[in-house]
């Protein structure tokens, strides 16, 4: 089903966006439901969680570039990006790699 999901993404971020374009005239800021092609897959995949610190890092920045107009000095988070991995990186892998091992393990049938 996820997999019918992501083929259609592209198709629906078509539609959406010239729904939006034709009914509203706004067509410059609708360009943004083409980002949903990049966000679908990760958002249905198992291991969502790993990426997304990316996605809050890029959210934040956009929404006070936007709100507040800091865009020079704001741009110094995407260096927290690395840092993050680089502290909690190792933990992510523990645990991903803990959720598969259990993922193996539930496949089994136990024989009474």
Do not use: C
């Not at 083929?7 to 034709?22: E, K, S």
């Not at 107009?69 to 892998?93: D, E, K, M, N, Q």
């Amino acid at each position: 089903m996820k997999g019918k999901i992501i083929a259609a993404t592209p198709f629906l971020a078509t539609i959406a966006f010239l729904t939006i374009g034709f009914t509203t005239g706004v067509w410059h800021p609708t360009w943004v439901v083409f980002l949903s092609i990049l966000i679908i897959p990760d958002l249905l995949s198992k291991n969502f969680y790993v990426k997304l610190y990316p996605l809050v890092v890029i959210a934040t920045y956009i929404a006070l570039g936007v709100t507040l107009g800091i865009w020079h000095p704001l741009w110094i988070i995407f260096l927290t990006i690395p840092v993050y991995y680089i502290f909690f990186g190792a933990s992510i892998r523990r645990s991903r790699s803990k959720q598969i091992e259990r993922e193996k393990n539930s496949d089994r049938i136990e024989v009474l």
